[in-house]
């Protein structure tokens, strides 16, 4: 029976290394692809505000200034700051932002956290979703003040059963299917083993003319050499399962 027990764990031990390597190879994977089509949600959700939001730009330009900041990355902080004017939270860019996220086949949670002067704004919900998360960031400059500096940051939330995928759990759970029903089959087979035995008959008309009884108890018998258990006027003979199941009990007796 330890055997059985010792067979049984090392197969269990197994079976969880299998099933944790499957969700962690499925996870890193997958992880990846949300990271690759969300920053593309991103990008995209910054360049649509913009281009629905902000119908004309007029740039004055100091040709004394010695800003060394290139002029389109002071566009693109002076676009961020009228948003961030017009809708201080950010709803709207983080609507965008979802909006190119289920275009990308990406349904998930997402928040946006807006960051100028030292001051922060976000969407996030006090309880946010558990699991995993994603953060895009883009800076803004208008000068070499980092104070001065605009920080987009966007929040994507994975739920661990997103993150594992659906293929990845469809395999788990035919794997344990599988598993119950080799363990079933298994205990099945070993009961059959177990109750099959010679008939009483049989052990009768084996030879026991040199047998070696063994008193197991005041009623029970045994024949190690014959493989015969005895009790009263009844025997039988041990194979199989039963007779190795039989020694171990002598053995841990």
């Not at 704004?121 to 699991?131: E, F």
């Not at 293929?167 to 205990?187: E, G, K, Q, S, W």
């Not at 009884?213 to 014959?226: A, L, Q, R, T």
Request: net charge positive.
């Amino acid at each position: 029976m330890k055997q059985s027990k010792i067979k049984l764990i090392g197969t269990a031990a197994i079976y969880l290394i299998l099933m944790l390597g499957i969700a962690w190879f499925s996870a890193m994977k997958n992880e990846e692809s949300i990271k690759d089509k969300s920053k593309i949600a991103f990008l995209t959700a910054i360049k649509q505000e913009k281009e629905l939001f902000i119908p004309q730009v007029i740039i004055n330009f100091n040709p004394s200034s010695t800003n060394r900041i290139p002029v389109e990355e002071k566009i693109d902080w002076s676009a961020q700051f009228y948003l961030a004017m017009e809708d201080s939270c950010r709803h709207r860019f983080d609507s965008i932002f979802r909006e190119e996220m289920k275009k990308q086949g990406l349904n998930l949670n997402t928040s946006i956290c807006y960051t100028h002067n030292g001051k922060t704004i976000s969407t996030m919900k006090k309880n946010a979703d558990g699991g995993i998360k994603i953060i895009h960031e883009k800076t803004y400059r208008k000068n070499n003040k980092k104070e001065n500096d605009i920080t987009l940051r966007a929040y994507v939330y994975l739920p661990l059963y997103v993150l594992v995928g659906q293929p990845a759990l469809y395999t788990m759970i035919l794997f344990t299917l599988l598993a119950v029903a080799m363990y079933i089959y298994t205990r099945n087979r070993e009961k059959k083993q177990i109750t099959t035995t010679s008939s009483p008959l049989e052990a009768a008309t084996r030879t026991t003319d040199n047998a070696r009884w063994i008193i197991i108890s005041k009623e029970v018998w045994w024949d190690e050499k014959n493989h015969i258990i005895k009790k009263g006027e009844t025997s039988m003979i041990l194979t199989g399962e039963s007779l190795k199941f039989f020694k171990l009990f002598l053995e841990n007796k």
